[in-house]
């Protein structure tokens, strides 16, 4: 049972209570090998918008708390199913498959504007103004590995960011080079 708790432990973010970095390639490898691999698959990449600023103008603490903001919102909209991590500072992944997958689009600008709304509310939120680019990678059929998915929807994400965030942006279909 201690066993367990430490694995559990080990895998999870403390702050948001998300799967962290490792549990993400982790799970994700599996669940794309175990026949999810074969599609419909998708990639979602977040970064909390001027993030920086929301430190230095309300504290780290309340950074925080825009950072647990985000994950009940993408975990609210997402649901149980999607396989959502903080990879990283303000980044964070989830990876759908399935009809899930085939609803990224809209299911990435819902958590969006979930986040946007719910953060800057009085009542149970923060009032503090912040928003999610997102960079999305899809796949039909040959799903790559993890790694390069990620990679695919992050490039779709540094997109998103420099045409002003708050937005939802797709990968572009990666050409590969001509067989000599």
Not at 59 to 85: M, P, W
Not at 153 to 173: F, M, P, S, W
Request: glycine content about 10%; hydrophobic content about 45%.
């Amino acid at each position: 049972e201690t066993h367990g708790q430490l694995l559990r432990e080990s895998q999870t973010d403390y702050l948001t209570r998300l799967g962290n970095r490792r549990w993400f390639f982790e799970q994700g490898a599996r669940l794309i090998e175990s026949g999810a691999g074969r599609g419909p698959v998708a990639v979602l990449a977040f970064d909390l918008d001027q993030f920086k600023a929301i430190n230095d103008r309300h504290g780290h603490q309340a950074g925080d708390q825009v950072l647990k903001f985000f994950a009940d919102s993408a975990r609210c909209v997402l649901g149980a199913d999607a396989l959502l991590a903080r990879i990283g500072g303000e980044e964070f992944a989830a990876l759908l498959s399935g009809p899930d997958a085939r609803r990224a689009t809209v299911l990435g600008a819902a958590v969006a504007q979930h986040f946007a709304v719910r953060v800057a509310e009085r009542e149970e939120g923060m009032g503090i103004p912040a928003t999610v680019s997102v960079g999305l990678a899809q796949f039909d059929d040959k799903v790559p590995p993890l790694a390069d998915a990620l990679a695919a929807a992050d490039r779709a994400l540094y997109r998103a960011k420099a045409l002003g965030g708050n937005r939802v942006e797709l990968a572009r279909a990666e050409t590969s080079p001509m067989a000599c």
